[in-house]
C-alpha cells in the first residue's frame, strides 16, 4: 500500500498513523506513517504555538506520534478504538490557547500488516460561532445537562444549588465521586466549591490532601492545550506517573482507578475544574460529552458568582489596611441585634484609636499615614488572629474578641506591649468583657467611652500631642 498517495486522497488536516496491536487486547508504538500537505505543514509551520524559542519541527514518516502532536490517553485511546476496533470517530476538542474548536475524525482504515493497524486522523479548525452544540454530543447527554444546570439559573442559594446539579451530574456519569474545586491563582489556594459522593464510596476526596492547591494547579499543565485528561485504566495511570508524580501519588493514595478532569474556564481565566471518579468506563465517551457540556453551563455561572464575591469584598473590606471595613461591621452588629446571626458568649469588645495619625499626615505627608494605618491594621490582625477586626473609620478600630477571660488578658497585654509607642503604631484603646446578657451595642459604647478615657491619659502623658 502506497501510504502517500492513499493520505494525499484526503482534503482536510489529515495523517495515517498506525498503532501496534498486542496479543494480550493492549496496544504498543502508535506512529505517524504519512501526512498530506496539510498536515506537513500544520507540523512543521505551527500557527498555534504559544511557546517561543522552540527548535524546528521537520516531519519525518514513521515517527512516534507525541513527535508531532501532545502525548495523550485520549488520543491514543481514540486511535486504539478506530484502528483496532474499527469503529469510526468523530468529537470536537477546544484548545485553550486560542478561540477555536476543532472538528476531529478518527476513520479506521481496511488494511493490516501482520500486528500493525491502521486510521486516519484528520481535524480542521472551526469557529465557535459555527458549531452546534447538539452536534457534539448526543441528544440525550444534551437533555439531561439542560435539565440538571437550569437549576442554576436564579437559585438563591448558589452553593445548594450546585451540589444539586453535581449530584446530578455524578448520577449521570455512573461514578462515586463528582466535583467543583475552585482555585484562586493570586492567592495560591483552592476551595471545593461543590461535591457528591456515592454512599459506600471508600474514596478519599482531594479535600482531605495538604497539598490540594498545587496539585490541582498542577492539572492545568498536565491537560495542556486540550480540553480535558481522561485516565480510565493502569496504562492511563501510568502516564500520569511519568508526566505528573505528585497527582499520581494523590491518585493512588485515594483509591482512583478513573477519572475524568476539565477546566473550568472563563474569558480564558481559569476559574477551577470539575471531576469525576472512578466512572463507568464502559460509557467513556458520553461521561466526556457529559462533562463537556455542564463546563460551558458551570462556568458562566460560577464567574457571575466569583464576581458577586469579589463585589461583596470590595464592599465590605478596607483597601488600604485588608481588614473588614464600617459597612462590614455594622451589618454584622446589626445581625447579631435583630437576631439574624449569633455570638457566642462570652465575648469582648475592643476600640482603639490610632494615635498621633494627624501628626504623621502633617509632617511626612498622607502617604507615611496610610503607612501608619497599615501598620496598624497588621498589628491588630497578628494579635487577634481569629477574631473579627474592622476599621470603623478614619483612625479608629473595633475587634470582636472571642474566648474566655484568661484569653482575652493575654491578647490585651500583648496589644498594650506592642502598640504603645508613640513613634510608631500607638494605641489609645478601651475594652468590654461581656459574659452576661448586655446587648452587644451597650458592649461598644462601654468600650468606647473606656477608649476615650485612655486617650485622656495619653494626652496627659504627651500634652504636645493633644492637637497634633
Same mark, same amino acid.
Request: charged share 30%.
Given at each position: ?10 482534503? %482536510? ?62 488520543? @491514543? ?47 480542521d ?11 457534539t ?38 461514578? @462515586? ?14 476551595s ?99 462533562l @463537556? ?22 464592599s465590605?473590606i ?6 473588614k ?72 478600630f ?48 462601654? %468600650? ?10 495619653y ?10
Amino acid at each position: 500500500m502506497n501510504f502517500q498517495i492513499f493520505i494525499d486522497g484526503f482534503y %482536510a488536516i489529515s495523517c495515517l498513523v498506525s498503532i501496534e496491536r498486542k496479543e494480550n487486547g493492549g496496544y504498543g508504538d502508535i506512529r505517524i506513517v504519512a501526512g498530506n500537505k496539510k498536515f506537513v505543514e500544520m507540523v512543521e509551520h505551527p500557527p498555534y504555538s504559544m511557546e517561543s524559542g522552540m527548535p524546528e519541527i521537520r516531519f519525518e514518516p514513521g515517527s512516534m506520534y507525541d513527535r508531532y502532536l501532545p502525548k495523550t490517553p485520549d488520543f @491514543e485511546d481514540k486511535c486504539y478504538i478506530s484502528a483496532i476496533q474499527k469503529k469510526p470517530i468523530h468529537n470536537y476538542i477546544h484548545l485553550n490557547v486560542v478561540e477555536l474548536w476543532f472538528n476531529m475524525f478518527f476513520t479506521p482504515v481496511d488494511y493490516e500488516d501482520g500486528n500493525t493497524c491502521y486510521c486516519v486522523y484528520s481535524y480542521d479548525p472551526v469557529a465557535v460561532d459555527d458549531i452546534d452544540r447538539a452536534v457534539t454530543s448526543s441528544m440525550s447527554a444534551s437533555n439531561d445537562v439542560l435539565k440538571t444546570c437550569i437549576k442554576l439559573r436564579g437559585a438563591t442559594d448558589f452553593k445548594k444549588a450546585m451540589n444539586d446539579v453535581i449530584k446530578d451530574i455524578r448520577i449521570l456519569c455512573g461514578a @462515586e465521586v463528582c466535583t467543583v474545586m475552585l482555585v484562586n491563582q493570586e492567592e495560591a489556594k483552592s476551595s471545593v466549591l461543590a461535591a457528591s459522593k456515592a454512599e459506600g464510596s471508600t474514596i478519599r476526596t482531594l479535600s482531605q490532601h495538604e497539598n490540594m492547591y498545587d496539585v490541582a494547579v498542577s492539572w492545568a499543565e498536565t491537560i495542556g492545550e486540550r480540553d480535558s485528561i481522561i485516565i480510565k485504566n493502569e496504562k492511563d495511570l501510568e502516564y500520569v506517573k511519568e508526566v505528573n508524580y505528585p497527582w499520581y501519588k494523590t491518585l493512588a493514595d485515594s483509591n482512583v482507578k478513573s477519572i475524568i478532569v476539565f477546566p473550568l474556564r472563563h474569558n480564558k481565566e481559569l476559574l477551577g475544574f470539575i471531576w469525576t471518579t472512578n466512572i463507568n468506563t464502559d460509557n467513556i465517551q458520553r461521561i466526556k460529552e457529559t462533562l @463537556e457540556l455542564t463546563t460551558f453551563f458551570i462556568s458562566s455561572e460560577i464567574a457571575s458568582y466569583i464576581m458577586v464575591k469579589r463585589l461583596e469584598r470590595i464592599s465590605y473590606i478596607d483597601l488600604l489596611t485588608g481588614i473588614k471595613n464600617r459597612n462590614s461591621m455594622n451589618n454584622h452588629v446589626t445581625g447579631i441585634v435583630e437576631g439574624e446571626q449569633s455570638i457566642e458568649k462570652p465575648y469582648a469588645v475592643i476600640f482603639a484609636d490610632l494615635n498621633g495619625l494627624k501628626r504623621v499626615n502633617d509632617e511626612n505627608g498622607h502617604s507615611a499615614g496610610d503607612i501608619l494605618l497599615k501598620k496598624a491594621g497588621l498589628v491588630l490582625q497578628e494579635i487577634f488572629v481569629e477574631d473579627d477586626v474592622y476599621r470603623a473609620g478614619g483612625d479608629e478600630f473595633m475587634v470582636i474578641v472571642s474566648g474566655d477571660r484568661e484569653s482575652f488578658d493575654r491578647k490585651i497585654a500583648e496589644l498594650r506591649a506592642r502598640a504603645s509607642d508613640p513613634d510608631n503604631v500607638c494605641f489609645s484603646f478601651g475594652d468590654y468583657f461581656n459574659d452576661t446578657d448586655t446587648d452587644i451595642r451597650d458592649a461598644m459604647r462601654i %468600650a468606647d467611652e473606656e477608649m476615650y478615657k485612655d486617650k485622656e491619659k495619653y494626652y496627659e502623658e504627651h500634652p504636645g500631642r493633644r492637637y497634633r
